[in-house]
T-cell receptor, first 112, second 111 residues
Framework: NAGVTQTPKFQVLKTGQSMTLQCAQD?????MYWYRQDPGMGLRLIYY???????DKGEVPNGYNVSRLNKREFSLRLESAAPSQTSVYFC???????????FGPGTRLTVT | KQEVTQIPAALSVPEGENLVLNCSFT??????LQWFRQDPGKGLTSLLL?????REQTSGRLNASLDKSSGRSTLYIAASQPGDSATYLC??????????FGSGTKLNVKP
């Protein structure tokens, strides 16, 4: 039981490049989330998926797209990376009964 | 918009002290509150989850309380140890799928 896994762990991009961050969970959770964490700030919600086939914008969705590929996987795409997207990105899933969140180890992204 | 504040931003205590971390939120219409621990360069580990109908939760040396009406939660750590050094974050569930996080309290427990 791996919980929530994320790939890659680290990534450096040049401005304008694109990439996809991958997330998978093996806890059979319906809801999944993408957050970003910046120094001195709490985690901010980018997108979430309440169930397979649905996605919704969070607090800071601009510049990102998401895909809920199946119940296990939820990916985050940066189409044209900008330095303002330098951050640590966390994926999380939530259990249905208690609304407790479980987090992945994070992806550290630098955009130069 | 829900805002979550954690004060102090950093705290340094000698080993063995009991300590309290604070979390406040502006909108009391929350469904639950969760405390997390984050070690440097790592993800978040859930410590305690308090439902809106509960007043407190305990796990080992940790006790979290919730006062919804005043918009406050506290995390009490008894007999602190150097291994407790980490950043502690609180998060509130404000509606069905929206969670709001504080910026955390960085705790250093000195041997």
């Amino acid at each position: 039981n791996a919980g929530v896994t994320q790939t890659p762990k680290f990534q450096v991009l040049k401005t304008g490049q694109s990439m996809t961050l991958q997330c998978a969970q093996d806890m059979n959770h319906n809801s999944m989330y993408w957050y970003r964490q910046d120094p001195g700030m709490g985690l901010r919600l980018i997108y979430y998926s309440a169930s397979e086939g649905t996605t919704d914008k969070g607090e800071v969705p601009n510049g990102y797209n998401v895909s809920r590929l199946n119940k296990r996987e939820f990916s985050l795409r940066l189409e044209s990376a900008a330095p303002s997207q330098t951050s640590v990105y966390f994926c999380a899933s939530r259990d249905r009964d208690w609304y407790e969140q479980y987090f992945g180890p994070g992806t550290r992204l630098t955009v130069t | 918009k829900q805002e979550v504040t954690q004060i102090p931003a950093a705290l340094s205590v000698p080993e063995g002290e009991n300590l309290v971390l604070n979390c406040s939120f502006t909108d009391s219409a929350i469904y639950n509150l969760q405390w997390f621990r984050q070690d440097p360069g790592k993800g978040l580990t859930s410590l305690l989850l308090i439902q809106s109908s509960q007043r407190e939760q305990t796990s080992g040396r940790l006790n979290a309380s919730l006062d919804k009406s005043s918009g406050r939660s506290t995390l009490y750590i008894a007999a602190s140890q150097p291994g407790d050094s980490a950043t502690y974050l609180c998060a509130v569930r404000h509606n069905f799928n929206k969670f709001y996080f504080g910026s955390g309290t960085k705790l250093n427990v000195k041997p």
